[in-house]
């Protein structure tokens, strides 16, 4: 079965660094997402992306937050300055259709310290 | 508006019972209802959906029911097997305004052999 696949698994950064985080969507999906979850509770929207551009982003989406899909395959989520807050679970996910049958991958535990 | 509440936060079942997990919503826009199952380090993988104009879906031994006029859907898993044991979420989307989930709070439920 299709996977979305993101990399790394964990990360830990110093506060204030940058970090990307890697996803590469299922190949026929025309949707992509990040969702966010801090440990213990319930997992958040971030953005949503189609055709080379952000559809949606919610208010945790602010400016430190940015993503990219370089190429025709991976999907990244960059935060430039990061806090100790950002430490999350980030997950991102893809669809064939807007907002339906998503299907996420196993995320990226970030740690900042 | 946007919140959807999920009750109960844990839950703890004999092999074979039937584990019902209830979500409320305000957001009348909502016209889609998914029902995820997530195990621990990986990402939420979608179960079973619904759309309101449905009263009841089953697929396999999960059964979303849904009542429109209440504003409230819930998941039962029939003949519940330890396998079972993760943690549930409700989501919900409004397709006309966005791609976005909104999720519930999450369920840890346990199923003991």
């Known amino acids: 079965e299709p996977e979305v696949t993101q990399t790394p698994s964990h990360q830990v950064t110093q506060m204030g660094q940058e970090v990307i985080l890697r996803c590469v969507p299922i190949?026929?999906?025309?949707?992509f997402y990040w969702y966010r979850q801090i440990l213990g509770q319930k997992v958040e929207f971030l953005v949503s992306?189609?055709?080379?551009?952000?559809?949606?982003k919610s208010e945790i989406f602010d400016d430190q937050f940015s993503v990219e899909r370089p190429d025709g395959s991976n999907f990244t989520l960059k935060i430039r300055s990061t806090k100790l807050e950002d430490s999350a679970m980030y997950f991102c996910?893809?669809?064939?259709?807007?907002?339906?049958?998503?299907?996420f991958g196993s995320g990226t535990r970030l740690t900042v310290v | 508006q946007q919140q959807v509440k999920q009750s109960p936060q844990s839950l703890i079942v004999q092999k074979g019972g039937i584990p019902i997990i209830n979500c409320a919503y305000e957001?009348?826009?909502?016209?889609?209802f998914p029902w995820y199952q997530q195990f621990p380090g990986k990402g939420p993988a979608l179960l079973i959906a619904?759309?309101?104009?449905?009263s009841e879906k089953k697929e396999g031994r999960f059964t979303i029911s849904f009542n429109k006029s209440a504003k409230q859907f819930s998941l039962h898993i029939m003949d519940s097997q330890p396998g079972d044991s993760a943690t549930y979420f409700c989501?919900?989307?409004?397709?006309?305004?966005?791609?976005?989930?909104?999720f519930g709070e999450g369920t840890q439920l346990t199923v003991n052999p």
């Open positions: 619904i759309r309101p104009d449905v």
């Open positions: 996910a893809s669809s064939v259709l807007r907002g339906r049958g998503y299907t």
């Open positions: 190949s026929n999906h025309l949707y």
């Open positions: 989501a919900a989307s409004d397709e006309t305004s966005g791609s976005r989930l909104t």
């Open positions: 957001n009348t826009a909502f016209d889609y």
């Open positions: 992306f189609y055709n080379n551009e952000i559809s949606e």
